[in-house]
């Protein structure tokens, strides 16, 4: 009987101690868990899967709104919207036909727009029933003096991105366009084409090699007026000029191609022709001897002939604009393309939330750096943005040499893109681009992508899935719900070949 009371005294210190014993196991077994999976993890993460890094930012820096702990797989974009004086309706146009509930949308007519214009943009806005109940619609009231061949241009992208993103984090790629660009897919199609990609890839053209420009635009000095007086005035240039950068590298927009078509019956004559036409081009602008444009001229000619079926190649370069010299032989017609540079140059980009955080408050001081020395640097857009994300490892990796947009070039090239036509409306299309500039205000063939392209009619928002209520898009229905067209299959097969050139790194930061 003795024996049994004893017993029963141990028996309670050893069930609690055993429990205690079995929690230290498993949290020990729980931490070695997390540990394996963390590591698991960390080498998934280096291929392509569709989802956010962590941010380049400053663990202690406040986040706005938190973002949903596991979002759909449809992506979000969030815009800027931009305009100047006269291009009231062209914003209004493009907003609509942007126009998804998934997305994040700011809007600015600039300084030099009249208060009328501003004021009606701002009622719109405000008063649109859509925009009032989704909240998504947001209009810079304090406008900004812009000006396009200087920094001020550059501060107001970046007061753009600011606001994004205190109001809403809740978005992957930001995107600039301005009044007189124009969607040539539906935003159903870039949501689905832009599904399957990295969340960390930013689409901007650029490239290291300044030629011309090292004396033209990295070495001069300019004043933007539009950073301290109210009135929209041109840059001032200083007499003065200032050495090439040492601490960082250089980078600016995407040289095109010189439009020259040779016709021969001789290929060897042909390259004869366009290496002398080459070489005195890139002699006049850069000064280099004969030897050293021998060099370069080979090297960048086994890059620069393609022998790509002509059908398939064409809309390449009809989308940049490119050279197409003509190669007639006795028996066959062969068309060349030789990339010869001129300086045309881009402003526009898609941009990855991870660079845009970096940008706005990353920990590390490139970002402001680089604002600075660009404050004196003439057509500073063009060259920002990829110097500094072509100066950050971590994002110099994640760099697509493209714009997304179709862009036409006058020949001899002017300041302004060619405007678009009715006639370019075929090349449009076969670019596979999202967007196109330059058009003028309610042009015929904004109508006719209207009514081919998008499925929009008179003032409506672009039809997509989302669309519900009696009158077609009155009403929010599944943002979830996408319906992809043929734009979508466009703008995938450009994005399947340019995620490729980027996930074997080619093409970026060179």
Not at 191 to 206: G, K, M, P, V
Request: hydrophobic residues 40%.
């Amino acid at each position: 009987m003795m024996l049994m009371i004893m017993e029963k005294k141990w028996i309670f210190p050893f069930v609690i101690t055993s429990i205690v014993c079995i929690f230290f196991l498993v949290s020990s077994f729980n931490m070695g868990l997390v540990s394996s999976v963390h590591n698991i993890n960390s080498i998934f993460s280096i291929f392509p899967m569709g989802q956010r890094k962590p941010g380049y930012v400053e663990s202690k820096i406040e986040s706005g709104s938190p973002l949903p702990p596991s979002g759909p797989p449809i992506p979000r974009f969030a815009y800027l919207i931009s305009g100047s004086k006269g291009d009231l309706e062209k914003l209004w146009r493009v907003l609509h036909a942007l126009y998804h509930p998934r997305n994040q949308y700011v809007v600015h007519l600039d300084l030099e727009s009249p208060a009328e214009e501003r004021l009606t943009l701002a009622s719109r806005t405000k008063n649109n029933t859509m925009f009032s109940k989704m909240g998504n619609v947001y209009m810079i009231t304090k406008a900004n003096m812009v000006t396009y061949r200087g920094p001020t241009m550059v501060a107001n992208t970046l007061h753009a991105c600011a606001i994004l993103l205190k109001r809403n984090k809740d978005w992957d790629w930001f995107i600039n366009l301005s009044a007189s660009d124009y969607p040539l897919v539906t935003q159903d199609d870039l949501l689905y084409a832009f599904s399957a990609l990295n969340r960390d890839l930013n689409f901007i053209e650029h490239t290291s090699d300044l030629g011309w420009k090292l004396d033209k635009r990295a070495m001069p000095l300019i004043i933007d007026p539009g950073l301290y007086l109210s009135t929209k005035t041109e840059v001032v240039w200083a007499s003065q000029k200032r050495k090439l950068p040492t601490a960082f590298k250089l980078f600016t927009d995407m040289d095109g191609l010189h439009v020259t078509v040779l016709q021969t019956n001789s290929l060897s004559h042909m390259l004869e022709t366009v290496g002398d036409l080459w070489r005195r081009s890139r002699g006049r602008n850069t000064g280099q001897n004969k030897a050293s444009l021998d060099a370069l001229f080979q090297a960048e000619l086994a890059q620069a002939i393609h022998f790509q079926p002509w059908p398939h190649f064409q809309p390449y370069l009809d989308s940049h604009n490119l050279t197409i010299p003509v190669f007639c032989g006795k028996d066959l017609f062969i068309k060349w393309s030789i990339l010869l540079l001129h300086s045309l140059g881009s402003a526009w980009t898609v941009l990855s939330r991870p660079f845009i955080e970096f940008i706005i408050m990353g920990w590390d001081n490139l970002p402001r750096t680089l604002l600075m020395y660009y404050t004196n640097f003439i057509s500073s857009p063009e060259g920002y943005f990829q110097t500094v994300v072509c100066n950050v490892p971590e994002f110099a990796k994640t760099v697509v040499n493209h714009d997304m947009h179709f862009i036409k070039w006058d020949n001899p090239p002017k300041q302004h893109p060619h405007i678009l036509s009715l006639n370019e409306l075929g090349k449009m299309i076969m670019s596979n681009a999202a967007f196109a500039r330059k058009f003028n205000q309610d042009d015929p063939v904004l109508d006719k992508i209207d009514a081919d392209l998008l499925g929009r009619v008179n003032v409506s928002f672009t039809p997509g899935a989302w669309c519900s209520g009696k009158l077609k898009c009155s009403e929010v229905g599944d943002i979830n719900n996408i319906k992809p067209g043929p734009g979508a299959r466009r703008l995938r097969h450009l994005l399947d070949r340019l995620a490729m050139k980027a996930y074997l790194g080619q093409d970026q930061c060179r």
